[in-house]
């Protein structure tokens, strides 16, 4: 088992930046893909960036992409989310999840294994 625990979350300004954090405890972090999700109220959860086991490559939803930064630190056991350039359409519910199969930066839920709580982002204009 994999547990996994999301910080950062707040109420920032549009324009403005957050780090989220992802520690992991359990199996063998540094084998796993992590990934990043949102859910916004009345919508489906989408996905918004994943990194490969050693943080060599990574994916964004087009949504995101320029504004916001996945990286993992192995050592650590520790998977980050710099947002950047926030909109209020940014603003929902952010969950990391970490992914044991052979795709290299998933992009879909049902491609991970494990969740964390989830943290909130709240962008006001």
């Known amino acids: 088992q994999v547990q996994l625990v999301e910080s950062g979350g707040g109420l920032v300004q549009a324009e403005g930046s957050l780090r989220l954090s992802c520690a992991a405890s359990?199996?063998?972090?540094?084998?796993?893909?992590m990934g990043w999700f949102r859910q916004a109220p009345g919508k489906e959860r989408e996905f918004v960036a994943a990194?490969?086991?050693?943080?060599?490559?990574?994916s964004y939803a087009d949504s995101v992409k320029g504004r916001f930064t996945i990286s993992r630190d192995n050592a650590k056991n520790t998977v980050y989310l710099q947002m950047n350039s926030l909109k209020p359409e940014d603003t929902a519910i952010y969950y990391c999840a970490a992914g044991g199969g052979y795709r290299v930066t998933p992009r879909r839920p049902n491609e991970y294994d494990y969740w964390g709580q989830g943290t909130q982002v709240t962008v006001s204009s």
């Open positions: 990194i490969s086991v050693g943080g060599g490559l990574t």
């Open positions: 359990g199996r063998a972090f540094s084998n796993y893909a």
